[in-house]
């Protein structure tokens, strides 16, 4: 064997696994050998022992940390390779739920992760979990075992004033541990952007099963231990993660399961204590009531959303919401003072919204508002003007929410036959009628099949209207979510 090298580059080490899997080596020969010839710590030896990168370990680690209950542990690339060169400066104790995890995925024991630097510098608590092969929960402080004297006499003097640091220590050293880090935080966010920004333009039901495995991921995070900031970071991911289940349940006409995820929401926005998150879960939660016909309770959860102090554009489709019950309730004077308050919160705003995509209400989306109030309170002319612009506005935005731009040509098609002109109605679905069926949402087919009950003129153009709404309503059926087998509903 050659002698030791202090370092080797990537093809040195794919050609060594290579070459020992080729002999019939195990894992755990080849991570002795990467040690030996590339003083190697451990922990680094058996990931190169598998040929992972940092980032195929994290992934590893933190699929086999949730099979482990109350033990979940976020990693990424970052924290893998800290937890590696530990205890070298600028580095990062693995906790004992982060070993017990690491050995799940290299399937080795926790022991064969340490070496005799890494005893030398562990806490004997975390020593005794380990080397005992129990579970440790992250739930609770770790208890420490009073040694007892051949007479079961308490300590007393500087032996129980050491005692007494002893624990403090441990309980300290507890404490100090996170099953989550500031880069998994930042991934959370960055995740849960993304699937508020898809969703505007994805199919739901694609989008629905990642939205709920993140979720699920948000939720073991919380049942680990961090400190109090990441716990309310976890607690806002979570309130939007719900927030948005609850929006695309809505959408694909699951109302009851809709108003579940709401009140799971707003739990988070209790716990988290953030008021943006307050508000748009309130939005939310208008939002379903609303299609569900509950119109009173719409404009309750709009105007509770609105006593908040907030940032952003939350406060524009309050107001805008608020302005929609109003009109189904008859009150056209306090409706157009709403969509009055719309703009003036508009004006107001200040600040970005922290998620985006759906949690933001872009100036198209309150036209989209105005028109559909405005064609309730019986002024096509102006809901016409309201549409026209909002798909201008539309058409500037980078991402086009197909929704949203459904919606719209509904009210323009509507202010059209509100006015007798059947043929400019048509000409405004054509794009509605082109929708493929997995865009085809719930709030879409049911204001589309309301628009024929007023088409009361005749013509051709009229009952060419009335056949290709009847015929899309019919190959519009909801559709139900595809889950997984031995998936529960979500």
Request: include cysteine; charge should be negative.
């Amino acid at each position: 064997m050659n002698a030791p090298m202090k370092v080797g580059s990537k093809t040195d080490r794919d050609a060594l696994r290579t070459a020992l899997l080729a002999k019939g080596a195990s894992h755990m020969d080849i991570a002795m050998e990467m040690r030996t010839r590339y003083r190697m710590r451990p922990r680094e030896a058996w990931r190169h022992a598998h040929g992972w990168t940092l980032q195929e370990a994290a992934d590893r680690i933190t699929q086999a940390s949730v099979r482990r209950p109350g033990e979940a542990v976020a990693a990424d690339a970052s924290l893998v390779g800290k937890w590696e060169k530990w205890p070298a400066p600028s580095s990062r104790r693995p906790s004992p739920a982060v070993l017990f995890s690491m050995a799940a995925a290299y399937n080795c024991a926790p022991t064969d992760l340490l070496d005799l630097d890494d005893r030398n510098s562990l806490p004997d608590a975390d020593l005794q979990i380990i080397s005992g092969m129990r579970g440790v929960s992250t739930d609770s402080p770790p208890t420490v075992e009073v040694p007892q004297s051949a007479t079961a006499m308490e300590p007393i003097g500087p032996d129980l004033v050491h005692l007494a640091a002893d624990e403090s220590a441990t309980w300290a050293a507890w404490a100090e541990g996170s099953n989550v880090g500031d880069i998994a935080l930042e991934q959370l966010m960055s995740e849960t952007r993304a699937l508020a920004s898809d969703y505007l333009t994805s199919d739901p039901l694609g989008l629905f099963q990642r939205t709920r495995t993140l979720r699920d991921r948000v939720f073991s995070l919380l049942e680990g231990h961090q400190y109090p900031r990441q716990s309310a970071d976890l607690y806002v991911y979570a309130g939007y993660l719900c927030g948005l289940l609850a929006w695309m349940s809505s959408d694909l006409g699951q109302l009851r399961d809709a108003e579940t995820q709401g009140r799971t929401a707003w739990l988070c926005a209790e716990l988290a204590g953030q008021n943006d998150l307050r508000a748009w879960v309130l939005s939310t939660r208008s939002k379903v009531a609303f299609w569900d016909g509950r119109h009173r309770d719409a404009l309750a959860f709009a105007r509770r959303g609105a006593t908040y102090q907030t940032s952003g554009s939350v406060a524009v489709l309050l107001a805008c919401q608020e302005a929609d019950a109003w009109s189904e309730l008859g009150a056209s004077d306090e409706a157009m003072l709403s969509i009055s308050r719309a703009k003036e919160a508009r004006s107001a705003s200040s600040g970005q919204d922290l998620i985006g995509g759906v949690f933001a209400c872009q100036p198209a989306r309150e036209e989209n508002y105005a028109a559909a109030v405005h064609l309730r309170a019986g002024r096509p002319a102006d809901a016409l003007s309201a549409a026209e612009r909002a798909l201008e506005l539309l058409a500037t935005q980078p991402v086009r929410a197909y929704g949203t731009a459904a919606q719209i040509h509904i009210s323009q098609a509507a202010a059209h036959l509100a006015t007798g002109e059947a043929e400019g109605a048509l000409e405004s679905l054509t794009p509605v009628l082109a929708l493929p069926p997995d865009q085809r949402l719930a709030p879409v087919t049911r204001r589309l099949s309301e628009l024929t009950s007023s088409m009361s003129m005749g013509g051709a153009a009229s009952v060419g209207l009335r056949a290709a709404i009847e015929e899309w309503c019919v190959n519009s059926a909801p559709r139900r979510l595809a889950l997984s087998p031995g998936t529960g509903a979500a």
